[in-house]
């Protein structure tokens, strides 16, 4: 009697490891398959964001050249006129400079998004600045309308 109940539950206990041991193995083997879905999905999704972030680096870095190119191109033409202190005769040769500043930045504003917030508050208060002083040196009276003060020079260079 006693060998059948020690049979029984020897019996029983290694049924009940059997089935735990089974268990477990088919649970571990879904949470592998699992996490190697996972795994695949996270590297497909960090591949495409790479990818992504790649294009938008490349976006920024190439208006940030085209509008540091055309600030050049610009900066030499107000340089001109600053140097000519208003010699200039030819009507067109102004409206071109003219033209020139504007779709600069017409440029600039539509890509601005593109840039930091320093270098947007850098390139905003340098437009005005080139605003009010050619203003100023053409216009005196139009200054005083458009603000009481100054502009103060930029002291941060623009990064």
Request: net charge neutral; charged share 25%; with cysteine.
């Amino acid at each position: 009697m006693i060998e059948e109940i020690l049979t029984f539950v020897i019996g029983s206990g290694l049924l009940i490891a059997l089935i735990g041991f089974v268990a477990r193995s088919v649970f571990l083997h879904y949470l592998d398959r699992d996490l190697a879905t996972f795994k695949e999905s996270l590297k497909t999704e960090a591949i495409k964001r790479q990818l992504v972030f790649s294009e938008v680096y490349k976006r920024r870095i190439d208006v940030i050249s085209d509008l540091y190119r055309q600030s050049v191109v610009v900066g030499r033409l107000v340089a001109y006129v600053v140097g000519m202190q208003g010699a200039i005769k030819d009507e067109g040769e102004i409206r071109k400079i003219e033209e020139r500043v504007k779709a600069f930045k017409e440029s600039y504003e539509e890509n601005r998004l593109w840039l930091n917030e320093q270098c947007c508050k850098a390139m905003d208060q340098l437009l005005s600045q080139h605003s009010i002083s050619a203003a100023a040196k053409f216009h005196p009276l139009l200054v005083n309308e458009i603000c009481d003060e100054r502009p103060q020079p930029i002291v941060a260079p623009i990064a």
